[in-house]
């Protein structure tokens, strides 16, 4: 059997850079712009699953003996869907038989998990299934491309899915234009790895917390205010799993809370004032980590002025000692 990831590769070597792609030609979800690339991947999946349906008789397996695909990114089946089909196995019978790889510790799921799950619902101990020669990269590739073409799929899941599959690709550029997806697309789906692990915890249990967006923008606050960005996003966290706080409004609610009591300029930020006698310009007035700086332009600075300068600061310091 041809390898999964040649073929993939092979698919989409000749799919154009999404920024060359016009508008019209682009199709949309509500997470990110996607490209033709999407289509080319999920076509060589579904060859690739019926090859691998046609490679052998169908038997009935143990349910008990077969696990999931452990490249699955999916963390939440819907439950009525999947009543459903369980209701539509017992009305009619199973259709289509499930796929399943040979393991040490019995079989794993290479396509049809959600038949498997209904059979399971149902409480039957045996499924339909082909035992079919398959790699860890045909697995990998299968589950990912199979999770991000559905709309129910979570953005985590699908950054879950990204992240377990990368290795199967020789770059990320190839890995973007195999999802059809843009750069920037992809890298919002990888902007949840620089998630503190307090969220990516909530995250694992109820993937909807956070869309791709959000998730960009909190990692990129929390990266700019550091320790106080950290701080602030486990103060503001807690509101966004309840609801009280929308997920698009925490990074500006991350900001103001880290900057929160700041009056005045960060230590590593210099001010520059400049000060004019007249219209004519005398001097400048700096303000900086190494201190505070008065500067008169040549000419400006007299021998009276300085007298009184002199005498100014000398009466300010006697008056407000340190």
């Not at 792609?21 to 997470?31: A, F, L, N, P, Y």
């Not at 539509?88 to 290479?110: D, F, L, M, T």
């Not at 299934?129 to 073409?149: G, K, Y």
């Not at 219209?279 to 040549?298: C, L, M, Q, R, Y």
């Amino acid at each position: 059997m041809s390898n999964m990831r040649e073929q993939l590769l092979a698919k989409t070597a000749g799919i154009r850079k999404t920024s060359s792609i016009k508008e019209d030609e682009v199709k949309r979800s509500e997470r990110t712009q996607t490209a033709p690339g999407l289509a080319g991947a999920l076509a060589v999946a579904q060859l690739r699953v019926q090859e691998l349906e046609s490679a052998g008789v169908a038997s009935q397996l143990p349910v008990a003996e077969i696990a999931p695909n452990p490249w699955q990114p999916r963390r939440i089946f819907n439950e009525a869907k999947l009543s459903e089909l369980a209701e539509s196995i017992r009305e009619v019978g199973q259709v289509q038989p499930i796929v399943v790889r040979r393991v040490e510790a019995g079989y794993q799921i290479v396509a049809g998990e959600r038949r498997w799950r209904a059979h399971k619902v149902l409480g039957l101990e045996s499924i339909k299934a082909v035992v079919a020669d398959c790699s860890d990269s045909d697995m990998a590739v299968l589950a990912m491309v199979e999770n991000v073409s559905r709309d129910d799929l979570a953005d985590y899941e699908i950054s879950l899915s990204i992240r377990r599959t990368e290795k199967e690709f020789p770059d990320r550029k190839r890995l973007a234009e195999a999802l059809g997806l843009s750069r920037s697309g992809l890298f919002q789906f990888l902007s949840f790895d620089k998630l503190p692990s307090f969220i990516l915890s909530d995250l694992d249990i109820q993937p909807r917390l956070l869309g791709a967006n959000a998730a960009e923008a909190i990692a990129s606050a929390i990266r700019k205010f550091g320790e106080a960005g950290l701080a602030a996003a486990r103060e503001v966290w807690p509101a966004v799993v309840s609801g009280e706080i929308e997920q698009g409004k925490a990074a500006a609610a991350i900001k103001q809370i880290a900057t929160r009591g700041a009056t005045s300029a960060p230590a590593n930020e210099r001010s520059i004032d400049k000060f004019f006698a007249g219209k004519e310009h005398a001097g400048s007035i700096t303000k900086d980590v190494n201190g505070f700086t008065v500067k008169f332009k040549p000419g400006m600075m007299t021998e009276a002025l300085e007298t009184q300068i002199r005498a100014l600061i000398s009466e300010t310091f006697n008056q407000h000692p340190k």
